[in-house]
C-alpha cells in the first residue's frame, strides 16, 4: 500500500490510497487534482471514502463518478442525510462504527467520531506491514490541532480525540487541512513549558501531513487537555486565537 497526498482547494488534502493498480481517494473536494494525478500514478479509481459531509470534501464526488461509472461511494449513515440530494445519488455504501470497508488487500477499519459533524469517520488500515498502520481523520484530528465542534459538543469531540490518541504510535495521521503552522502556534499558547512543541515547530515542512499519533499524543492540546472542561475551554480560545 501507498499514500499520495493530493492538495485541493486552497488547504485541503485528498489522499489516494493505491494497491497495486487500484486507487481510493479519501475526501476528494474537487475532481481534476485527482483526474490529473490516476494515469500520473498508473492506476484506476476503484472508490471514493468521505470522512464527512462538507463541501470542501465531497465537492469532487458527483464529477468523479461520473467519470469513472461503478465506483464505490461510501460515508457514515448520519453524514449520507446532509449532502446535496445530487451528491447522496452517487452514494452506494453507508457505514457506522466498527464497518469495514476494503481496496483489494487494504481493509479500513471505520471509527465514528463525531463532535465536528454528529456523522464524522476516521478510516483506519492497521499495520501493513507492522508499525505502519494509517488513519484518516478529516477534520476530526489535525496535526497539533483539531477541527470545529459544528454539530456536537464539546464533551462528544473530545471523547472522538482521545478514541484516535488509543491508536498505535506510529500509526500515520492524514488529516483534511494545512493548519499546522497556526495549530502549533497555539499548542505553544497552551502549553509554553512543553518542549515537543518547540521540537515540531523547529523541523516542520510543509506538507506536513502525515503526522503520527505519538506525536499527536506529545504535542495536540486538545487531546491533552486532561477533561472535556479543559478541552471545551481550550477550542473555544483558539476560534479566535490569533
Ligand atoms: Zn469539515
Known amino acids: 500500500m501507498r499514500v499520495v497526498t493530493v492538495p485541493c482547494l486552497s488547504d485541503n488534502f485528498a489522499y489516494l490510497i493505491i494497491d497495486g493498480g487500484r486507487a481510493v481517494v479519501v475526501d476528494p473536494s474537487e475532481a481534476a487534482p485527482i483526474e490529473e494525478l490516476l494515469p500520473k500514478e498508473n492506476v484506476t479509481l476503484a ?3 468521505l470522512t464527512h ?3 470542501d470534501h465531497v465537492g469532487g464526488v458527483e464529477e468523479l463518478v461520473k467519470k469513472y461509472p461503478g465506483i464505490d461511494v461510501v460515508i457514515s449513515k448520519i453524514d449520507a442525510e446532509k449532502l446535496k440530494a445530487d451528491t447522496r445519488k452517487c452514494v452506494t455504501k453507508l457505514v457506522e462504527e466498527g ?6 488487500n487494504i481493509v479500513a477499519h471505520v471509527i465514528h467520531n463525531p463532535g465536528h459533524t454528529l456523522g464524522a469517520v476516521s478510516y483506519h488500515i492497521p499495520d501493513h506491514p507492522v508499525g505502519s498502520g494509517s488513519v484518516f481523520t478529516g477534520d476530526t484530528l489535525f496535526a497539533a490541532g483539531c477541527g470545529r465542534v ?16 488509543d491508536l498505535p504510535d506510529r500509526t500515520k495521521v492524514y488529516f483534511g487541512h494545512e493548519y499546522t503552522v497556526a495549530n502549533l502556534k497555539f499548542a505553544a499558547a497552551a502549553e509554553p ?12 515542512h510543509q506538507p506536513s501531513t502525515p503526522s503520527t499519533i505519538s506525536e499527536e499524543r506529545a504535542v495536540n492540546p486538545f487531546i491533552r487537555a486532561g ?3 479543559e478541552f471545551a475551554r481550550r477550542r473555544e480560545w483558539k476560534n479566535t486565537f490569533k
Do not use: C, T
Open 47 to 49: 472508490a471514493i471514502w
Open 53 to 55: 459531509h462538507h463541501w
Open 99 to 104: 464497518d469495514r470497508v476494503a481496496l483489494a
Open 150 to 165: 459544528f454539530e456536537g459538543d464539546p464533551a462528544m469531540m473530545y471523547a472522538s480525540l482521545l478514541k484516535l490518541a
Open 193 to 204: 513549558d512543553n518542549g515537543a512543541v518547540k521540537a515540531w515547530q523547529a523541523r516542520l
Open 227 to 229: 477533561s472535556a472542561e
